[in-house]
């Protein structure tokens, strides 16, 4: 069974910074790529930003410039540095592992960017 826990969430004031880890319990060079979502209330799951085995990544228009994205093989983690915060990003921000023989989520972190 894998499993991804997040971590880095909360309460952050506009313009502000916060990182978000997802660490895996397997190998994180096992899955095809690494993902982030996010869901805000009432609204849909949307991507933000993605980065693949080889490490290449993509974004989210509403990330880019802002967001990135990154691993840590050696820890089996995934991390967004998420700069320039704003109330519309507030969210509850899931990690997604891509596998060949599936996709696994962790169950969420909350961001609130709020003054």
């Known amino acids: 069974q894998v499993q991804l826990v997040e971590s880095g969430g909360g309460l952050v004031q506009p313009g502000g910074s916060l990182r978000l880890s997802c660490v895996t319990s397997r190998n994180i060079f096992s899955f095809i790529a690494m993902h982030w979502y996010r869901q805000a209330p009432g609204k849909q799951r949307e991507l933000v930003a993605a980065i693949s085995r080889g490490g290449s990544t993509n974004y989210a228009d509403s990330a880019k410039g802002r967001f990135t994205i990154s691993r840590d093989n050696g820890k089996n983690t995934v991390y967004l540095q998420m700069n320039s915060l704003k109330p519309e990003d507030t969210a509850v921000y899931y990690c997604?592992?891509?596998?060949?023989?599936?996709?696994?989520w962790g169950q969420g972190t909350q961001v609130i960017v709020s003054s």
């Open positions: 997604k592992a891509t596998a060949p023989e599936n996709d696994y």
